[in-house]
């Protein structure tokens, strides 16, 4: 197995669960803990329609595809049950780094560093994005314009508290202005595209376990990890 060092998610309270199963193998990115910029460069803007059933995406669990050049990339639909909106998700990813768990009969060896994993949403694209060019705070660092289809609209059309702010298991995080008498409409979407950098496999108190996991990530061609949470 590739022993090249990683840069680890943290471990903490998720939407998806407040610890991991012991004896599973999550997919982990979090390069942007070293360097901020590394998570919004994945950012897509705007977010992409997804058609769920076209794709054949399980509510839970991913699907993957090979590109036009062969390599295998995933596709991982985020549960609303776990992040009602997609920024319940992203704010937890940049504080935590992105912990999502593989299934057991996953193919790895079809993995390597050049693969990624599409993470789609049911609210990721504010159709109605139109109607949000009165929001005076719009900002996009990309140059979009309030109004125009912008993950950032997201910003001003979640949901939120009294006092403009969301509260998610990694803790609140704000939200600006709203449109004024406007009810968004959302699409799924693809919103975000990160690299496949490592796999982590939590240890299981039976080495049994360990042992048939670890043949099983044997000819993954990224870097794998057997860690305790």
């Known amino acids: 197995m590739p022993a090249t060092a990683v840069t680890r998610a943290r471990v903490a309270p998720r939407g998806c669960g407040s610890a991991r199963t012991q004896g599973d193998i999550y997919l982990e990115f979090a390069l942007h803990l070293l360097d901020p910029a590394a998570l919004m460069a994945c950012l897509v803007d705007p977010p992409i329609p997804f058609d769920q ?3 054949g995406v399980p509510s839970i669990g991913v699907r993957t595809f090979p590109d036009l050049d062969g390599v295998t990339h995933l596709v991982d639909v985020v549960g609303q049950d776990a992040y009602p909106e997609t920024l319940d998700f992203l704010t937890e990813a940049l504080r935590l780094g992105i912990s ?3 299934p057991g009969d996953f193919a790895f060896d079809e993995l390597t560093p050049q693969s990624t994993v599409r993470l789609i949403h049911a609210r ?3 159709t109605n994005h139109a109607h949000f060019s009165v ?3 719009f900002s996009c660092p990309v140059g979009h ?3 125009e289809a912008c993950f950032h609209t997201l910003h001003h059309a979640t949901p939120r508290d009294e006092d403009g702010t969301r509260t998610t298991p990694s803790g609140r995080y704000p939200l600006r202005s709203e449109a004024p008498g406007v009810t968004p409409q959302y699409t799924m979407a693809n919103f975000l595209t990160v690299p496949v950098s490592h796999l982590v496999l939590v240890r299981h108190p039976d080495p049994a376990v360990n042992q ?3 043949e099983r990530l044997r000819h993954a061609r990224i870097p794998v990890v057997l860690a305790d949470a």
Do not use: E, H, S
Request: aromatic letters at 6%; proline letters at 6%; a positive charge.
């Open 135 to 137: 929001c005076p705070d």
């Open 124 to 126: 990721a694209l504010v």
């Open 100 to 102: 999502r768990k593989i």
């Open 145 to 147: 314009q309030a109004g």
């Open 53 to 55: 059933r076209l794709w």
């Open 212 to 214: 048939r996991q670890l």
